[in-house]
């Protein structure tokens, strides 16, 4: 396809992300560069905002605001949930041709990609030109051909400082806890926990991922010995851990699917109340809580890594430069270089490698009990987390 004039669309799509807007703004302000793009819309609500015609101008925009957009959390554009019918997207392209759209950029993860995916090949049915492009995004770090992903090092930095309050308020009121944390497939946000721990008592003492079967008599096992040598004991659970069966513990309590047929397993406290119940029955202990971290590790907007920022706003600035340039679609990649210095490359990979397909944490990732971390993965993390608090001990000089 050669060079090709016209507007630009692009929408948000999924759960979203603190620095998803970073991406958002990168390809708003690259695109405002090239004269093959005459005018910038967005979207409101990810397709179905396309579906319903509801289209803001974002060339409009001043740059100043655009920059204060990139530091705000979550989907400036409003996001969504939907997977296109055949008929939707007779009707997508329908108004992709009122509006003369020829290059659209939709921001998001595996579902979203495999949107992206569905509009390019519905537009060589229909014979329309234009290119489309997939621009990362998910705090589950679940992206196929990705070293990680935009909203991971985010997401992971609240997740490593909630337990970090959270195990100095186990310390003052020593219990059972049990911390809920996002993550349906793959435990990488979870795992992001074991960045909390500076000193060997700290938290959390057990961690529990996606990609092992969760097994209660072993679970109780592992609390009861952690509970015996600190009197305490802070447990980080993936909540989409799944029994020998596969099947996801939380699904037990809810049958609601989104259109991608994904179960729902957040925003409930379903799991952590089992659990909790469970410990307590058992192993005989009073205090016994449970947290579910919920919504808030993807739109909390005091904490965010400077790396993932700057990621985020790269990815959706190449996504454009690759529409401008050679290239009629794909998804853009994020890749480590190897080497002990933290730098990383990015690649456009074809859609269809990204689309649907979940990665899950690789198993030099998770010890051999399947309750905590390795060193790899802590040299994985720690780069897109950044600096973490520094947190102050009293040496407890005993009075004799």
């Not at 090709?4 to 929408?11: C, D, P, S, V, Y």
């Not at 041709?97 to 995916?117: L, V, W």
């Not at 009121?173 to 349906?184: E, F, N, Y």
Request: proline share 4%.
């Amino acid at each position: 396809m050669s060079k090709i004039k016209g507007n630009m669309l692009i929408a948000q799509s999924g759960g979203p992300t603190v620095v998803i807007n970073q991406s958002l703004v990168g390809a708003i302000i690259e695109g405002k560069k090239h004269k093959e793009i005459e005018n910038i819309y967005g979207s409101l609500f990810g397709i179905k905002g396309i579906l319903e015609g509801n289209l803001v101008d974002l060339k409009k925009e001043k740059i100043s605001n655009l920059k204060k957009v990139a530091q705000t959390p979550c989907a400036a554009l409003g996001s969504v949930r939907k997977k296109p019918k055949d008929e939707e997207c007779e009707e997508i392209f329908k108004n992709m041709q009122k509006y003369n759209i020829r290059y659209f950029f939709y921001i998001g993860g595996n579902d979203s990609a495999e949107t992206a995916y569905i509009l390019n090949e519905n537009a060589k049915k229909v014979n329309y030109e234009f290119k489309c492009f997939h621009i990362p995004k998910t705090i589950d770090n679940d992206l196929k051909e990705n070293d990680h992903t935009p909203g991971y090092g985010s997401a992971a930095k609240f997740v490593a400082m909630a337990i970090i309050g959270d195990n100095l308020d186990n310390k003052s009121l020593p219990g059972i806890k049990i911390d809920v944390i996002m993550g349906r497939h793959a435990g990488f946000l979870t795992a992001a926990s074991s960045l909390a721990k500076i000193y060997e008592d700290d938290a959390p003492h057990l961690i529990y991922f996606p990609e092992r079967p969760f097994i209660i008599d072993k679970f109780l096992k592992d609390v009861e010995e952690v509970y015996k040598k600190y009197n305490r004991c802070l447990i980080a659970v993936s909540e989409g851990i799944t029994d020998e069966k596969g099947e996801p513990i939380a699904a037990k309590f809810t049958k609601e699917v989104d259109s991608h047929g994904n179960v729902q397993l957040s925003g409930t406290g379903f799991l952590g109340d089992l659990l909790a119940d469970i410990v307590k029955r058992e192993l005989k202990v009073d205090r016994v809580r449970a947290d579910t971290f919920g919504y808030l590790q993807r739109s909390f907007p005091g904490i965010y890594s400077e790396v993932d920022a700057k990621e985020a706003y790269k990815v959706g600035e190449l996504a454009v430069k690759y529409a401008v340039g050679k290239y009629e679609n794909g998804s853009v990649t994020i890749k480590r270089e190897r080497g002990k210095k933290y730098k990383v490359y990015y690649e456009l990979v074809p859609l269809e490698n990204v689309a649907k397909e979940t990665r899950c944490m690789p198993d030099e990732f998770i010890n051999e009990n399947a309750n905590w971390v390795t060193e790899k993965f802590i040299e994985y993390a720690k780069p897109l987390v950044g600096k973490l608090p520094e947190i102050g001990v009293f040496k407890k000089y005993r009075v004799f």
